[in-house]
């Protein structure tokens, strides 16, 4: 038998790397975080000081690594993070406007603009 090669899909998420996200569910329900990467094919996000978990590192003296328990963030779905509007202060959907021409993303609550 023939092993199938995978096809990765790339999804759209509605988030991007930079945004303020809050975690609507978890272990880290509530905290707010920026988006340090976005790992489209699996469709999960990486968000700062959210989902820590703790490695394991062995130590390895050519590559300058010291060994021991490292803190690091793991990938979170998606699905369970929100853009966070700073000026209404509370977790929003988007949408999408048009304005001189170029499309922004909207705070769906308050109607202030995310996109700098």
């Given at each position: 038998?023939?092993?199938?090669?995978?096809?990765?899909?790339?999804?759209?998420?509605?988030?991007?790397?930079?945004?303020?996200?809050?975690?609507?569910?978890?272990k880290d329900k509530g905290k707010i975080g920026n988006v340090k990467k976005i790992i489209a094919s699996e469709?999960?996000?990486i968000v700062e000081g959210a989902n820590m978990i703790t490695k394991a590192q062995k130590p390895n003296p050519m590559a300058g690594i010291q060994g021991g328990l490292n803190k690091i963030e793991a990938p979170v779905d998606s699905s369970k993070v929100m853009v966070y509007c700073s000026s209404c202060e509370k977790a929003t959907r988007i949408k999408h406007d048009i304005v001189d021409g170029k499309k922004v993303r909207v705070c769906k609550k308050c109607g202030e603009q995310l996109d700098a």
């Open positions: 038998m023939r092993n199938k090669k995978k096809t990765v899909e790339k999804h759209d998420l509605h988030v991007k790397t930079g945004d303020r996200v809050i975690l609507t569910s978890g469709n999960k996000v």
